[in-house]
T-cell receptor, first 112, second 113 residues
């Protein structure tokens, strides 16, 4: 089936550091979405990307839709303790309608 | 974005029984989906809940095991039938807005003993 390769699997960083994670695939996507999931909660949408090359910010978060439509990255600047959680990329595959494919997730831990 | 609620938020069930999970949205939406998140794993799409017709299931998921109802544009149910411990997961509904962006409910955490 279609797969998204998300990396890194986990990160343990100092408060105040910048964080970067990415997703790649061999398939082409129409939309890229980045979610954050806290323990016991459903995923919360952080950023949605709709066009190849699009660069979008949401506060300290910045994400880009790759030009080839096969990849995306998420950056978090000046991390704080509440950034702890699991970050998922998700994409809507071209030709597969509205179905979302999810990456395996990046676990973020922040040292205060 | 739409406000999505799920009931129950969690449950502990006995093997062989069934549980029906409800998903309610505060506005009419065209697309509703059901996902499963096994412990420590990512999300996997179970099916698309179609209003007024049978749900569309993904490979590996069947209607007899996961019957779904979608009586209107704001409500859907997912039933996990004849449960076994392997069904212990978080079950999530999601809805899609007019920009093709999906938002998730808080999830139902199911434990099967």
């Amino acid at each position: 089936g279609q797969q998204l390769n998300q990396s890194p699997q986990s990160m343990f960083i100092q408060e105040g550091e910048d964080v970067s994670m990415n997703c790649t695939s061999s398939s082409i996507f129409n939309t890229w979405l980045w979610y954050k999931q806290d323990p016991g909660e459903g995923p919360v949408l952080l950023i949605a990307l709709y066009k190849a090359g699009e660069l979008t910010s949401n506060g300290r978060l910045t994400a880009q839709f790759g030009i080839t439509r096969k990849d995306s990255f998420l950056n978090i600047s000046a991390s704080i303790p509440s950034d702890v959680g699991i970050y998922f990329c998700a994409g809507q595959l071209a030709g597969y309608g509205n179905k979302l494919v999810f990456g395996a997730g990046t676990i973020l831990r922040v040292k205060s | 974005s739409a406000v999505i609620s799920q009931k129950p938020s969690r449950d502990i069930c006995q093997r062989g029984t069934s549980l029906t999970i409800q998903c309610q949205v505060d506005s009419q939406v065209t697309m509703m989906f059901w996902y499963r998140q096994q412990p420590g794993q990512s999300l996997t799409l179970i099916a698309t809940a179609n209003q007024g017709s049978e749900a569309t299931y993904e490979s590996g998921f069947v209607i007899d095991k996961f019957p779904i109802s979608r009586p209107n544009l704001t409500f859907s149910t997912l039933t996990v039938s004849n449960m076994s411990p392997e069904d212990s997961s978080i079950y999530l509904c999601s809805v899609e807005d007019r920009t093709d962006t999906q938002y998730f409910g808080p999830g139902t955490r199911l434990t099967v003993l």
